[in-house]
């Protein structure tokens, strides 16, 4: 018997993938791992042929896997044309649309011009899924395009995550279903059969049961921003009261363990080392209060408001550390920055707290050796004015001062003795709050962190 429009004859289902960045790639790769026949489309030309040849095209560890298999199985394939998305039943648009090229009209713009592609080759009954951040508000008028078309729109954002993809897509704690709803609030017959249609297509085990939270689309595109947004709260929290222990003469990470221990806290992101924000939660807390102020409800974002301005705060606040211990001014010092990435694991620099600290130490007259497992080619691109330095050694050597800026596990692993000998004065700045002040004081090192004895 011929297998029913949009399902391969085991009973998976054909996928399209628009837009195979970090979130798309992923997807794609687990979806084809776990059975489904998936496409994935991208207008980058070279993406494209760096996916169908099996090459990840950026640094996400445990992905090379499930793409190599997806690859040599039949089940995936890459393509620039959007056409071959035709005959796929579910198609989730995974387009890029951070505001830090473009402004927030980037965030709606990239998804808007990805179904434009994308309508002409549905058919009714499909079911389009934006996993994209979109703005608040907006995905009612995408998905009225979706259903000119006979198909079903759902907004099920990639909830945030600043670490590795592939772990975080097999598990992503929760699952957010933003359906199409009535005037009463309720969720269509349309909305219903696309959630059970998209129940079949977690790329989790399907034993693994999460929770999920069926709601509208308004909620579901706030869950995104208010996710990362929340932990910047949390983040920038840990930032102010690191002030209160420097002038009390408390201990930051003592207090960090006593508030996570209270369940109704929780210990993550309360880490000192995370209160130089950043990267994609810094992003998220002003998309939320662009969305509020659009609202017309931007009074209430005061709490948000100032959490930009903890971590630029906090940022200056471990230049002055820098500057203190160089008996006042950097200027004609060498300053080394273990650290370039905006976090551990990741060759992404965006509004990174490490490069941050560099930049403002150079622009006082340091001269700043950076290293970076991953990102020296994005510190290259970004920040010409820093001195990339291959290792830890080159990167240290003669140097005044060394400020550990990225938490990668084998900066928080140094072994200290063997650096004493290469710089001019041994004196650590940890502003990750990761090193062993006791390993690196009885190596001869003067050792300092923010808010700690
Ligand atoms: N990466 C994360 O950690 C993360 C976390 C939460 C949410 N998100 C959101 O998920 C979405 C995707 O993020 P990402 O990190 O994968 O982005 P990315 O920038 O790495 O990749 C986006 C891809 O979309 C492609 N693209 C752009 N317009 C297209 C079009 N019209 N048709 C086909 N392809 C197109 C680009 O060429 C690129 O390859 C964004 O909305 C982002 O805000 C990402």
Known sequence: MA?????????ALRVAVIGCGRVGATQAALLAAAGHDVVGVDVDESRVAALAAGDVPFHE?????PLAAGLSGGRLRFTSDVAAAAGARVHLVCVGTSTRHAGAGARRGGVEAALAGLVPHLQPGDVVVGRSTVPVGTSRALAARVERAGATFVVQ???LRTGPAVPHALDPGRVVYGLP??????????GEKARALLAGLEPHAPAHELPAVV??????????LATGAFLAVKASFVAAVTVLCEASGADVAALADALGHDTRIGRRWLDPGRASGGGRPTEDVRALVAAAEGLGVGRETALLREVDAVTVRHRVALVDLVRDACGGAVAGRRVAVLGAASWAGSDDVHDSPALSVAAQLQLQGAHVTVTDPRALDAVRAVAPALDPAATVAACVAGADAVVLATPWPEYAALDPRPLTALVARPWV????????????RAAGWTYRAAGRR
């Open 3 to 11: 297998a029913p429009p949009g399902r391969s004859p085991e009973g």
């Open 157 to 159: 954002p990639d909830l």
């Open 215 to 224: 709601t509208d689309y308004a909620t579901a595109e706030l869950a995104a």
């Open 181 to 190: 709803t009535d005037a009463d609030g309720v969720v269509t017959p349309e």
């Open 429 to 440: 700045l940890d502003a990750c709050h990761v090193l062993d002040p006791a390993r690196w």
């Open 61 to 65: 560890p445990g992905l090379a896997a």
